[in-house]
């Protein structure tokens, strides 16, 4: 049974950083290529950062020099450290394959908000 259990989300004011995990399980996750989506409410989910099974990386826009993610094939493991938060990042994010293409998690809620 394919997996994604995601967790520390969180409420953080402007400025603020948290690090999301995801545990992975029922896939082979050390040859997937990963990435983080997020969910805003009213709005289409949308990939903001993947890496590959080598460790590449790459980031949308939005994010890019503020996120990092990166990944521990030992412990089946994808990790998104988000720094500089900024109020248009509160959404659900979630952890997949890059494409999206296996089942979802429920996520985890980030709020960044005065």
């Known amino acids: 049974q394919i997996q994604f259990v995601e967790s520390g989300g969180g409420l953080v004011q402007p400025g603020g950083s948290l690090n999301l995990s995801c545990l992975a399980s029922?896939?082979?996750?050390?040859?997937?290529?990963m990435g983080w989506h997020r969910q805003a409410p009213g709005e289409k989910r949308e990939l903001v950062a993947e890496i590959s099974s080598g460790g590449t990386t790459n980031y949308a826009d939005s994010v890019k020099g503020r996120f990092t993610i990166s990944r521990d094939n030992t412990k089946k493991t994808v990790y998104l450290q988000m720094n500089s938060l900024k109020p248009e990042d509160t959404a659900v994010y979630y952890c997949?394959?890059?494409?999206?293409?296996?089942?979802w998690g429920q996520g985890t809620q980030v709020t960044v908000s005065s």
């Open positions: 029922g896939i082979v996750f050390s040859i997937d290529n």
């Open positions: 997949n394959h890059k494409a999206g293409y296996y089942p």
